[in-house]
């Protein structure tokens, strides 16, 4: 018996969640809107997915339909964008546990990310998640020399927002 659309999309869904919940991470600034962010994305990937070719990684094209999404929704919102300590949500994933240090230099690490344009946030995001040049320019629709680029001058801006 073949999987029915639904139960397809389910299983890729929760395969993947982390890469949404991250991308939420990086566009929200508390739980609620993580959490409201997280649930649109995941209507706009089942709008989507009777479309979904195959033709790249299901993780590719969340991560685009994601960012997208999350893009979108970013560049509506007319709030002015205060940092807030974020309450990391348990929805199908167990967390691992970190250490006070390091949880502290993430926080420190997505301040200064989220002082990032829309693209740079992605961008970043790709590259913490050790997606390759190519990938990268692929979901976000720009070229592999573009990527590198970028990702250069993000890094130097990310520098001197660290080290004022």
Known sequence: MSETLEQSFVKQLKENQNIVHKICRLYTTDSDAHNDL??????????????????????????????????????KSTRSVNTVTYEAQQHFFVQDEYNHEEEERLKLMYQAVQQLNDIEKALVYMYLEDKDYAEIAETLGISEVNARVKMNRIKGKLIKILNP
Do not use: D
Request: net charge positive; charged share 20%; aromatic share 22%.
């Open 38 to 75: 997280f649930q649109e994305i995941t209507i706009q990937l089942w709008k989507a997915f009777p479309k979904f070719r195959g033709e790249s990684k299901f993780s590719t094209w969340a991560y685009r339909v994601a960012l997208n999404t999350a893009i979108t929704l970013y560049r």
